[in-house]
């Protein structure tokens, strides 16, 4: 009898396949979606003006949750305009005409829509928590790089010789002080760079040095505590998990990344070493993981901070899920682009640090008055190959070619973003991901003109760091809304509509609702939970 109430797909789905004896298969994405415009069409077509009876039904976030463990067809429930159910066919409690629900199924709901806000308000204020966590941590590793390039620029990088991971104090003592700077004349960089330096000056750059390590253990610190205590109070995804281990490991792994590059510069048998100077290529292992590093804690920050506004508030998503709708996949192809190349130019950055190649022409836009200089290869490295990465003209030649392109992409992907129309978040990304191009790329003009300074060419590393974070934001903004804020949406659009009489509104947002996420395709997890732990449905 209740085919007869059904639209023609849900009955086929549920007298075709359902038994009180079989549990339903798992519905794919396409089929939550399918059942939600029937139920949002359904709720339209019994709209009328009058005052709605009851409270609405529960969100339909319930139904995904549990649809799967009964054994009934889905149907739409008699004498309202609310979401869809899975009940038993042979239900005592189901009473009145037209298949109306009794009294013990009204307050069974409205216990249920109680549970699910509370839930839902406990889990946006945990994925809130690990947010402001993780963007916290992403700026503690934003000031390692700052204080690394410092570092390096002032020529501080091998002025500790030893690598003790238990030590935290410096020498108290002077002669403390004497048997480490002993230590560092023993290398090539004093014998052959430094040889004039005093202990006074060789305790400022140790200080370096030996703040950069501390700033390190202190990030993971700051990582690995709470870390463990949002795992104790169980509040990290099974999605989530591998990620955050993950991000763990590389951050330890940053340690040993930094001595071994160090290494590289203190051991005289190596080609490096006998220059007193690192190794070009663990240079930029090292900035590299960094900026992996980062990237990491940004997008998994985002991800959770979307996740805590959906869940506080699904309704505040739904002009963003019909704008998301019209957004070309060629726009957030492009995008993902654009961020690799702005990292791919800051990765071609470090080995202009390692090779100390801004030193080597001082003008723009030509070098020594040629768009492609003579020397731009040199002979004698071989393999020829090499020249990318260890030739000096070459690498800034490189790094040159690749910010102008990084300059040109920002601009035209401003350019086809200008023709879309977007969320307000995404234009705001995309206006300050243009600026900052710009920015970044006079910096690097201005590092290069004025003989590389330490205050400059700083900026224009933080510049970079920069750069990408807003190009990772403006990629996050275009991303499809999860599953979950479709189905809040279709059902704030059914109550919204039965309260206004307005059959114009359910159908727009349904429309909305419906589409946006159709992209991510199916997950097949029993969790809806985990489709908000990126915004990506990543």
């Not at 995804?237 to 991000?247: C, I, N, Q, V, Y």
């Not at 993981?289 to 506080?312: D, E, H, P, Q, W």
């Not at 070309?328 to 690799?340: D, F, N």
């Amino acid at each position: 009898m209740w085919s007869k109430r059904l639209p023609s797909a849900l009955a086929r789905h549920g007298s075709a396949r359902c038994s009180p004896h079989r549990p339903l298969p798992p519905p794919s994405r396409q089929a939550k979606m399918r059942m939600i415009s029937a139920a949002a069409a359904a709720a339209a077509a019994r709209v009328t003006p009058a005052a709605p009876r009851g409270r609405p039904s529960p969100r339909l976030l319930f139904l995904f949750r549990h649809a799967r463990s009964r054994p009934s067809p889905f149907f739409l429930r008699g004498g309202g305009a609310g979401g869809l159910r899975c009940l038993s066919t042979a239900s005592p409690s189901i009473s009145g005409k037209n298949g109306a629900p009794g009294a013990g199924v009204e307050a069974k709901e409205e216990e249920m829509t109680r549970d699910e806000e509370e839930a839902a308000q406990r889990e946006a204020s945990a994925s809130r928590a690990m947010a402001w966590w993780l963007f916290g941590c992403a700026g503690m590793v934003f000031g390692m790089v700052a204080l690394g390039g410092i570092t390096r620029l002032t020529g501080s990088g091998l002025s500790m010789v030893e690598w003790k991971p238990t030590g935290i104090l410096p020498p108290l003592t002077e002669e403390g002080w004497m048997d480490e700077f002993a230590k560092y004349q023993r290398f090539p960089e004093y014998q052959k760079h430094k040889d004039d330096l005093s202990l006074s000056e060789f305790k400022w750059i140790w200080y370096m040095e030996w703040g950069h390590r501390m700033a390190g253990r202190v990030t993971g610190i700051a990582f690995a505590l709470p870390l463990g205590y949002f795992a104790m109070r169980g509040v990290i995804s099974r999605r989530l998990a591998p990620r955050l281990a993950g991000l763990l490991l590389l951050g330890g792994g940053q340690g040993l990344i930094g001595w071994w590059m160090v290494k590289s510069g203190l051991d005289d048998k190596e080609r490096y070493g006998e220059e007193g100077r690192v190794s070009p290529y663990r240079l930029a292992t090292h900035l590299s993981m960094a900026f992996i590093l980062y990237t990491g804690l940004v997008n998994t920050g985002m991800g959770l901070s979307t996740r805590a506004k959906v869940l506080a508030d699904p309704s505040r998503f739904v002009e963003t899920a019909k704008l998301l709708n019209h957004v070309p996949l060629r726009l957030k192809g492009a995008a993902m682009g654009v961020a690799s190349l702005v990292g791919l130019t800051a990765f071609s950055g470090a080995f202009v640090a390692g090779n100390h190649a801004g030193m080597v022409y001082d003008e723009f836009p030509t070098m020594g008055g040629q768009w492609i200089p003579d020397d731009l290869v040199n002979p004698y490295i071989q393999p020829l190959w090499k020249n990318v990465f260890e030739h000096d003209t070459m690498v800034q030649w490189n790094h040159r070619v690749l910010a102008m392109t990084t300059l040109a992409s920002v601009t035209a992907l401003y350019a086809a973003s200008r023709r879309v129309p977007l969320p307000p978040n995404a234009r705001l990304a995309a206006n300050a991901m243009l600026a900052m191009s710009g920015v970044q790329v006079s910096l690097g003009i201005s590092t290069l003109l004025l003989h590389v300074p330490v205050p400059l060419a700083s900026a224009h590393q933080m510049g970079s760091l920069t750069l990408l974070t807003l190009s990772l934001w403006f990629v996050h903004t275009l991303l499809p809304l999860p599953l979950k804020v479709a189905a809040s949406s279709a059902g704030a659009a059914a109550a919204a509509a039965r309260t206004t009489g307005s059959v114009a509104s359910v159908a727009a947002i349904a429309a909305a609702a419906t589409t946006a996420p159709t992209t991510c395709g199916d997950d097949g997890d029993d969790q809806d939970d985990d489709d908000l732990d990126d915004a990506g449905c990543s």
